[in-house]
C-alpha cells in the first residue's frame, strides 16, 4: 500500500533481531483477531538489553493500545536505550484512549522499531516525524509485508471508505465446486475448513445466497476448537425471499443467534414474508431494485453507513460471480484440492465473464499462499480489467 512515507532504513546488521521481535509483535497481535473492529490488529513489546521485559497488543474497540498495554504492563520507567516494538505505526491523534505518541514520549523510550505505517492518508508517517522530532530514533519497515497483511479490513476500511468483501472458493484443479450431480462435501479436507474457520472469526460478517442456503442450510458459526461458537452477522442474499416458501424455515431464521441474520432482498420479496421474518426476530434489509436482483452496490453502500468493515463470501457460485461482474470483490480465498473432475457439466466456481485476450482477465495482487495437509490456499487482492466483457449467452439466462 502506498502511502507517501519514506520507509527509514534499517541497518542490516540489526535486521535479524528486529524480525525476531516484530515476530512475536505479530503474534500479540493476533490475539486481538475479529475482536478490535473497527479498529486494527496491534502487538508491542518493550525490550531491554535484547530481552523482552513487556508486551501488550490491542484487545478491543475503545480499549487501550497496544503501546500503553505495554508501558503499563512494565510498570516503571523503562531502562535507558530500551525498544518499543510495535506493528503499527503509533497513534498521533488524541482519541478516546489519547494518542500513543505522547504516551511512548513520556515513558522516556528511546527507540521505536515499527512494521507497517499508519493507512490514513492524513495520518501516514506523521506518528514516525513526532518521535523524531522528540529526539527518539524510529526504524520502520520491519516485516512490512506481513504488518499490512494482518489488518486487511482495517486497511481497506480506512483507505476506500467501505467494507472489505471478500469470497472464499474450495474448488478442484480444474476449478470445479461440485460434481455434475451437485456433490461438493467435501473438497477441501479438515485442515483447510479449520482455516476457513479461523477467515469466519476475523470477518464481522458472512454472505451467501439463497440457492446455497437452500442446499447446504449452513449455520455459518466460527467454531474453533477450545473456542466458544461465534456468530458473526450472516447476510442471506433472497431477492425474490424464495427462502421464506418452504414449509420449514432454514436454520439462520430459527436458531440462537437468529437475530444476527440479515436477509437481504428487494420490493418484490413480499412484504408478508418481510413481516414473518421480522416478527421471527430475523433482520432484514430491503434494497430498491428495478429486478428481481440484490443490488450490489447499494448493498456494500447500507454496510459501510452500518459501519461493517468486512464481507465474507461463502457463495454459491452465482452471488460470487455477481460480485466480480459488478467490479464489487476486493479480495478473493481459494482452496484448491488435488482433485480432478475432468467434467464439463461439473459445476465452475465462476461465471458471467467473456474472456478473449489475457489481458482482459481478473488477477491478483498482493499474493499469498499457504498449506494446509495436501490443499493449498492462494488469496489476493482482486485487480480488474480496463473493461469487463460479459458473456452474452449467461445473461439471456437469467
Keep these: 500500500m502506498s502511502t507517501g512515507h519514506t520507509r527509514s532504513p534499517i541497518d542490516t546488521s540489526q535486521l535479524a533481531r528486529h524480525e525476531r521481535h516484530m515476530r512475536r509483535a505479530l503474534e500479540l497481535a493476533r490475539r486481538g483477531w475479529g475482536t478490535t473492529h473497527p479498529n486494527p490488529m496491534v502487538g508491542a513489546l518493550i525490550v531491554e538489553d535484547d530481552a523482552i521485559v513487556a508486551e501488550g497488543w490491542h484487545a478491543q474497540d475503545g480499549g487501550p493500545h497496544a503501546e500503553r498495554v505495554a508501558l503499563a504492563a512494565l510498570g516503571r520507567k523503562p531502562k535507558p536505550g530500551a525498544t518499543?516494538?510495535?506493528?503499527?505505526?503509533?497513534?498521533?491523534?488524541?482519541?478516546?484512549?489519547?494518542?500513543?505518541?505522547?504516551?511512548?514520549?513520556?515513558a522516556g523510550i528511546a527507540r521505536v522499531v515499527a512494521g507497517a505505517t499508519d493507512p490514513f492518508a492524513e495520518h501516514a508517517g506523521r506518528g514516525f516525524q513526532i518521535l523524531r522530532?522528540?529526539?527518539?530514533?524510529?526504524?520502520?519497515?520491519?516485516?512490512e509485508a506481513e504488518c499490512a497483511d494482518l489488518n486487511l479490513l482495517f486497511n481497506h476500511w480506512v483507505t476506500a471508505r467501505a467494507p472489505l468483501v471478500a469470497a472464499k472458493s474450495a474448488i478442484t484443479l480444474d476449478a470445479k465446486i461440485a460434481t455434475r450431480t451437485g456433490e461438493s462435501r467435501w473438497i477441501t479436507g479438515e485442515p483447510a475448513r479449520a482455516d476457513v474457520m479461523r477467515w469466519r472469526r476475523l470477518f464481522p460478517s458472512i454472505a451467501i445466497g439463497a440457492g446455497t442456503l437452500a442446499k447446504d442450510n449452513p449455520r455459518l458459526t466460527a467454531r474453533i476448537e477450545g473456542e466458544e461458537e461465534w456468530c458473526p452477522l450472516r447476510f442471506v442474499f433472497d431477492g425474490l425471499l424464495r427462502s421464506m416458501t418452504d414449509r420449514s424455515l432454514p436454520r439462520l431464521y430459527t436458531d440462537e443467534f437468529r437475530e444476527r441474520t440479515i436477509v437481504v432482498t428487494t420490493p418484490h420479496g413480499g412484504l408478508g414474508y418481510v413481516r414473518k421474518l421480522r416478527d421471527q426476530g430475523v433482520q432484514v434489509w430491503c434494497l430498491d431494485s428495478p429486478t428481481q436482483r440484490v443490488p450490489i452496490a447499494a448493498f456494500r453502500q447500507k454496510c459501510a453507513e452500518e459501519k461493517i468493515t468486512g464481507v465474507y463470501l461463502e457463495g454459491g457460485s452465482q452471488l460470487v460471480s455477481e460480485f466480480l461482474q459488478e467490479r464489487q470483490l476486493d479480495y478473493l480465498f481459494v482452496y484448491r484440492a488435488p482433485l480432478l473432475f475432468a467434467d464439463e457439466r461439473a459445476k465452475p466456481v465462476y461465471t458471467g465473464l467473456r474472456t478473449e485476450?489475457?489481458?482482459?482477465?481478473?488477477?491478483?495482487?498482493?499474493?499469498?499462499?499457504?498449506?494446509?495437509?495436501?490443499?493449498?490456499?492462494?488469496?489476493?487482492r482482486v485487480v480488474y480489467p480496463e473493461k469487463i466483457h460479459f458473456d452474452e449467452t449467461v445473461f439471456s439466462l437469467r
Design 84 to 106: 518499543l516494538y510495535v506493528t503499527l505505526e503509533p497513534c498521533s491523534t488524541h482519541g478516546r484512549t489519547g494518542a500513543c505518541t505522547d504516551a511512548i514520549r513520556e
Design 133 to 143: 522530532d522528540a529526539g527518539i530514533e524510529v526504524v520502520s519497515g520491519v516485516l
Design 357 to 380: 485476450r489475457l489481458d482482459q482477465s481478473l488477477r491478483l495482487a498482493d499474493v499469498r499462499h499457504a498449506s494446509f495437509g495436501d490443499d493449498q490456499l492462494m488469496r489476493g
